[in-house]
């Protein structure tokens, strides 16, 4: 999120030409797609209400 806000002040103040915008823009992408591919791996633990697994069906709760 820091990385996100920071690229949106910055491509606010400078365009959107700027190279430092425009990189923690990607990078604010990358970590969210991470973040959210992580979260959905079933049989994690921030996973436990909710995720399933087709193999072994839902998660124990």
């Given at each position: 999120?820091?990385?996100?806000v920071?690229?949106?002040?910055?491509?606010?103040?400078?365009?959107?030409?700027?190279?430092?915008?425009?990189?923690?823009?990607?990078?604010?992408?990358?970590?969210?797609?991470?973040?959210?591919?992580?979260?959905?791996?079933?049989?994690?633990?921030?996973?436990?209400?909710?995720?399933?697994?087709?193999?072994?069906?839902?998660?124990?709760?």
């Open positions: 999120m820091t990385a996100l920071f690229a949106f002040v910055r491509i606010a103040e400078t365009g959107w030409s700027d190279r430092a915008g425009l990189t923690a823009f990607g990078a604010a992408v990358a970590l969210l797609a991470l973040f959210l591919a992580t979260r959905r791996e079933p049989g994690s633990r921030s996973c436990r209400f909710g995720c399933s697994d087709t193999a072994t069906g839902p998660s124990p709760t």
